[in-house]
C-alpha cells in the first residue's frame, strides 16, 4: 500500500476547483497513481474528466493507493474547465468511468484547497475471512485465514500501536516518507460473523504500514508474536521485528478526514 508517498501537487489552471469522493474496486488497476502503460485510478478519472470537460485535468489524490487496493471514501481534487454544473459532475463523470470506479459526491471548493495538502487524517480497513473454507464472495476483498485467532490477545497488541511513535519497523522499503514517525488515533478489531476487519486510523501513514501492522496482528492472532513483541518492534526500529506484509487485496481506505 502506498500510504504516506507524496503526489504531485494540481496544475493551476482557468475553471473551477473541485473536491470528488470516489469509490472503487482496486483489483484491476494498478494503484491510484498514474504511471506509463498500466490502468489506474487517477489515469481514469482524468479521463473521464476530460471526456466532459473538453480539457486536460490534473487529478490529486488524497492517499495514493497501491495496486490492488480498494477506497470507499478516497477524495481527490482538480480543475474543472468544463460547463457542467457540480451538482451534475458525479452523474455525467460516472457514466464515463469503468463500473468499478464511482464519483460519489461532488463539491466546488476554495482555489488553491487540494486533496493530498489539506488531509489531516485518513482511514483503514484491513479485512480478514476467518473461517475454515474460502469464499467466491470475498476472495477479492479479504484475506482468507482459516485457524484460530485469539482476538483479546490482538486487541491488546493493536493498544501498543496507539499514539505517537516512530513506526520504522512497520515500513516496507520503496516508500518516499522523509519522516517516519505518525500518530496512530484508533486501531482496533471487529467481528461481523466470519469476518474480522482491522480499523487503523492516523496522521498519515508510511509505505504498507497498514498491511505490515494487520500481518502483525494476526501474528499475535495465532500465537506467534505476543503485544509485548509488538511494544519490542516499535521500540527497535527494525522492520524484521514485526510481522509480514499482508496481501493488498484485503485492504480499503476508508475515508478521509479534513
Same mark, same amino acid.
Given at each position: 500500500m502506498g500510504e504516506g508517498r507524496a503526489a504531485p501537487g494540481a496544475?493551476?489552471?482557468?475553471?473551477?476547483?473541485?473536491?470528488?469522493?470516489?469509490e472503487y474496486e482496486g483489483t484491476s488497476y494498478h494503484g491510484f497513481a498514474r504511471q506509463a502503460g498500466p490502468v489506474t485510478i487517477q489515469?481514469?478519472? %482524468?479521463?473521464? &474528466?476530460?471526456?466532459?470537460?473538453?480539457?486536460?485535468? +490534473?487529478?490529486?489524490?488524497?492517499?495514493?493507493?497501491?495496486a490492488g487496493v480498494h477506497a +470507499?471514501?478516497?477524495?481527490?481534487?482538480?480543475?474543472?474547465?468544463?460547463?457542467?454544473?457540480? $451538482?451534475?459532475?458525479p452523474a455525467a463523470l460516472n457514466a464515463n468511468l469503468p463500473p468499478d470506479v464511482a464519483v460519489l459526491a461532488a463539491r466546488e471548493v476554495a482555489p488553491g484547497w487540494d486533496a493530498l495538502r489539506a488531509c489531516a487524517g485518513k482511514l483503514?480497513?484491513?479485512?480478514? !475471512?476467518?473461517?475454515? $473454507?474460502?469464499?467466491?464472495?470475498w476472495r477479492r476483498f479479504a484475506l482468507h485465514w482459516p485457524g484460530p485467532l485469539d482476538e483479546a490477545a490482538m486487541r491488546a497488541a493493536a493498544s501498543e500501536l496507539l499514539g505517537r511513535h516512530d513506526f520504522r519497523a512497520?515500513? $516496507?522499503?520503496?516508500?518516499?516518507?522523509?519522516?517516519?514517525a505518525r500518530h496512530v488515533s484508533r486501531c482496533d478489531i471487529e467481528r461481523q460473523g466470519d469476518l474480522l476487519? &482491522?480499523?487503523? %486510523?492516523?496522521?498519515?501513514?508510511?509505505?504498507?504500514?497498514v498491511r505490515i501492522m494487520a500481518g502483525?496482528?494476526? %501474528?499475535?492472532?495465532?500465537?506467534?508474536?505476543?503485544?509485548?513483541d509488538v511494544r519490542e518492534a516499535l521500540a527497535a526500529d527494525d522492520r524484521g521485528r514485526a510481522g509480514?506484509?499482508?496481501?493488498?487485496?484485503? !485492504?480499503? !481506505? %476508508?475515508?478521509? +478526514?479534513?
Open positions: 496544475v493551476p489552471g482557468a475553471g473551477r476547483n473541485v473536491m470528488l469522493v470516489v489515469g481514469v478519472l %482524468e479521463a473521464a &474528466i476530460a471526456s466532459i470537460g473538453g480539457a486536460p485535468a +490534473r487529478v490529486v489524490g488524497a492517499g495514493r493507493t497501491d +470507499r471514501g478516497q477524495v481527490v481534487s482538480f480543475t474543472f474547465a468544463g460547463s457542467v454544473p457540480t $451538482s451534475r459532475l483503514y480497513s484491513y479485512t480478514v !475471512l476467518n473461517r475454515a $473454507s474460502p469464499s467466491p464472495m512497520f515500513r $516496507s522499503t520503496g516508500g518516499s516518507a522523509k519522516t517516519t476487519r &482491522i480499523l487503523v %486510523e492516523a496522521d498519515g501513514f508510511l509505505y504498507n504500514m502483525t496482528l494476526l %501474528e499475535v492472532g495465532r500465537g506467534a508474536m505476543t503485544a509485548g509480514p506484509t499482508l496481501p493488498p487485496h484485503g !485492504l480499503c !481506505l %476508508e475515508l478521509v +478526514r479534513y
